[in-house]
């Protein structure tokens, strides 16, 4: 079985650009998660899919934050502008509807100068 | 405000010995308690999950031990091996699909 697949691995942009990443998850999985994993610190959830419908974005910097899911599979994170504190590590997840265990990508390193 | 804490932040055990990470939650809707092991520019992956409904899972070398009344539940590492260096992320859930709530992370070292 294939696992959580992200691209890019990393990422170095100047603040006040944009940058996007983007998640394929494990065939068949109907939730999608996007985490922010600040060096140091857990990985917080920014935002969670269910097929194509958001969950939870609660979390979400919505004036610079976007991301989707257009038909239900894979999702697109974009940052627009970037800000310092915006270096992180972006983790995608998936789980099955059914299933609560989550299985992580190996998420994308951004570095914000 | 942090849903789940986590202690310590960082641990260094001799090769052998016991590693043991505590947790404590305070929303008593958590139904679902994994242990999340991840090593450097890598992916955290499930190491072992537990329900409230019982006060003690082990899998192979790791245990975990929960205490419901207590809202505190830990990951004990036996034998403890140098490849088990890696940060140790307790985490918290309810119902299927929702969100997990991480703790801040544990590093753990092995000394050979």
């Known amino acids: 079985e294939a696992g959580v697949a992200q691209s890019p691995r990393y990422k170095i942009i100047e603040k006040r650009q944009s940058v996007a990443f983007w998640c394929n998850p494990i065939s068949g999985h109907a939730t999608l998660y996007w985490y922010q994993q600040i060096l140091g610190q857990g990985p917080k959830l920014l935002i969670q899919f269910q097929n194509n419908g958001v969950v939870d974005d609660s979390q979400l910097p919505k004036d610079r934050f976007s991301a989707e899911r257009l038909k239900g599979v894979d999702s697109t994170l974009k940052i627009q502008p970037a800000k310092l504190e915006d270096s992180a590590v972006y983790l995608c997840?998936?789980?099955?509807?059914?299933?609560?265990?989550?299985?992580f990508g190996q998420g994308t390193r951004l570095t914000v100068v | 405000q942090q849903q789940v804490k986590q202690s310590p932040q960082s641990l260094i055990v001799q090769k052998g010995g016991i590693s043991i990470i505590n947790c404590a939650y305070e929303?008593?809707?958590?139904?679902?308690f994994p242990w999340y092991q991840q090593f450097p520019g890598k992916g955290p992956a499930l190491l072992i999950a537990i329900r409230p409904d019982v006060s003690e899972k082990k899998e192979g070398r790791f245990t975990i031990s929960f205490n419901k009344s207590a809202k505190q539940f830990s990951l004990h590492i036996m034998d403890s091996q140098p490849g088990d260096s890696a940060t140790y992320f307790c985490a918290a859930s309810w119902n299927t699909g929702n969100q997990f709530y991480f703790g801040t992370g544990t590093s753990l070292t092995v000394i050979p």
């Open positions: 929303n008593t809707a958590f139904d679902y």
């Open positions: 997840a998936s789980s099955a509807l059914e299933n609560t265990e989550a299985f």
